[in-house]
């Protein structure tokens, strides 16, 4: 029982490429989470889905595109990466209330 | 718009020492109420949740809630230096809502 799952762990883009970040989750939960997190910036939500088919704009949407591919999955996507979209960036899902953390993935745009 | 206080620290306490983690939150409607420790280059990890008010206890953990003046505190007794990283406190705001807002964290360095 893996929990929550991100790949990759680490990435270099370099300005205007494009990525996709994966998450997983074999916890059988509805909804699913992205955050990035930055310092002094604390974790700011960016998407989330709240079930398998919905996703909804969190705090700081802007520059990310998501798709919940089905109950498990739940990727995000930059379509053309910008410096300041430097940062770690965080999926979860909730077990109840309860939030539970992939490991991060650690992203750099030069 | 929604904000979740803490003091930055860092917060140095001595080993065996009681470490106290303070909160604020500008939400009266929040419902729950999280605490997060997080090491240095890995992702937070829930420790203590706390629902309703007055004290909750759980090992060396004790989260403690007074929802009339919007303050949630952890206090970590025996601190050791294992307990060394960055606690960040989350709320959950409004029924039917599974969105949590974090504050920034506070770094706690236990001295040996």
């Known amino acids: 029982n893996a929990g929550v799952t991100q790949t990759p762990k680490f990435q270099v883009l370099k300005t205007g490429q494009s990525m996709t970040l994966q998450c997983a989750q074999d916890m059988n939960h509805n909804s699913m989470y992205w955050y990035r997190q930055d310092p002094g910036m604390g974790l700011r939500l960016i998407y989330y889905?709240?079930?398998?088919?919905?996703?909804d704009k969190g705090e700081v949407p802007n520059g990310y595109n998501v798709s919940r591919l089905n109950k498990r999955e739940f990727s995000l996507r930059l379509e053309s990466a910008a410096p300041s979209q430097t940062s770690v960036y965080f999926c979860a899902s909730p077990r109840g209330y309860e939030q539970y953390f992939g490991p991060g993935t650690r992203l750099t745009v030069t | 718009q929604k904000e979740v206080e803490q003091n930055s620290g860092p917060l140095s306490v001595p080993e065996g020492a009681i470490a106290s983690l303070n909160c604020t939150y500008s939400?009266?409607?929040?419902?729950?109420f999280f605490w997060y420790r997080q090491y240095s280059g890995k992702s937070p990890e829930l420790i203590m949740s706390i629902y309703s008010n007055g004290d909750k206890e759980d090992g060396r953990f004790t989260a403690q809630l007074n929802k009339a003046s919007q303050y949630v505190s952890l206090l970590i007794r025996d601190s050791q230096p294992s307990d060394s990283a960055t606690y960040l406190c989350?709320?959950?705001?409004?029924?039917?809502?599974?969105?949590?807002?974090f504050g920034k964290g506070t770094k706690l360095s236990v001295i040996p």
């Open positions: 889905s709240a079930s398998e088919g919905t996703t």
């Open positions: 939400d009266r409607g929040s419902q729950s």
């Open positions: 989350a709320v959950r705001s409004g029924a039917g809502s599974y969105q949590l807002t």
